[in-house]
Structure formats: structure tokens, C-alpha cells
């Protein structure tokens, strides 16, 4: 597939996406360019906010309660992480833990831990440990498997 990207002096971005058939490339396309659209909810103290999906770096369940993180701020979900899962792109979005989903995007580097579990470490400098139960399935996912 070529790429062709132009930079305008002004007037509005756009997408445009031409394809012979649907695959799998033309798929995750259209995939990245239906996130920007998304939008969840979530609660800062007393007002509800609207997130973008991208803005996540992780989520995670925490005594029945759900929890999303981005590199500024922590929102109380109305969600559970399985619905969340759902809701977010499973192409950027993994679960890395029971309890816990990550952004793949937002992985800045990784370290092999023992046990066969990986230290991920986000890009506002966090570590998420991903657990040997899922760690096998990461690195598919990361070799694009």
C-alpha cells in the first residue's frame, strides 16, 4: 500500500482512504481513524468528563470499582474492564492483567521480568507489570500476530 501525506497551509484535515477491497490493513485503518470519533465517560470529582480512547494509558478495576488513566489524570468509570474492553479498540487496548488494561500505544519500553512476566513502562513513566497468564499473548500481539 502507498501512503501519500500532504500538509495544508489551512482549511480542515481530512482522511481520505482508497482501497480495492477490504483486508486486514485497510481493517486497522479504519480502525485508528474511527477512535478519534470515540469518546468515553468518565467521573473527576463531581462532573462527568468525555475521554478520548487515545488519551488512556491504562485502566484498571480496583475493589469492584473502575479506574481510567491518562498522563494527567485518574477518572472513576461508570464501566466494568470487561465492558470497557468492548468499548475500546482492541487493537491498541490490552488486557495485561485480571484487573488491569493497557494501552499499547502508550508503552514507551519493556523489560523480561522472571517468572515470564514483562515490566511495561508507560510514557508518563509508570510501570505496569503484565502477568505471566497474559504475557505470552503480548508478545504475539506485538509481533502482529
Not at 116 to 140: C, L, P, Q, V
Request: glycine share 4%; aromatic share 10%.
Amino acid at each position: 500500500m502507498k501512503y501519500i501525506i500532504n500538509q495544508m497551509a489551512d482549511g480542515e484535515d481530512e482522511l481520505i482512504l482508497n482501497y480495492r477491497e477490504v483486508n486486514e490493513e485497510v481493517e486497522r485503518i479504519l480502525a485508528f481513524m474511527e477512535q478519534g470519533s470515540r469518546r468515553i465517560l468518565g467521573w473527576r470529582e463531581n462532573e462527568q468528563v468525555v475521554i478520548a480512547p487515545g488519551d488512556l494509558l491504562y485502566a484498571e478495576s480496583v475493589e469492584g470499582k473502575t479506574f481510567a488513566y491518562t498522563e494527567q489524570e485518574v477518572y472513576r468509570m461508570n464501566y466494568t474492564l470487561q465492558q470497557l474492553e468492548v468499548l475500546l479498540q482492541k487493537e491498541y487496548f490490552f488486557r495485561c492483567s485480571k484487573s488491569m488494561i493497557m494501552n499499547i500505544n502508550k508503552v514507551a519500553a519493556l523489560r523480561s521480568l522472571s517468572s515470564n512476566r514483562i515490566d511495561a513502562t508507560m510514557e508518563n513513566g509508570e510501570h505496569i507489570i503484565i502477568s505471566r497468564t497474559y504475557a505470552s499473548d503480548f508478545r504475539k500481539k506485538l509481533r502482529g500476530e
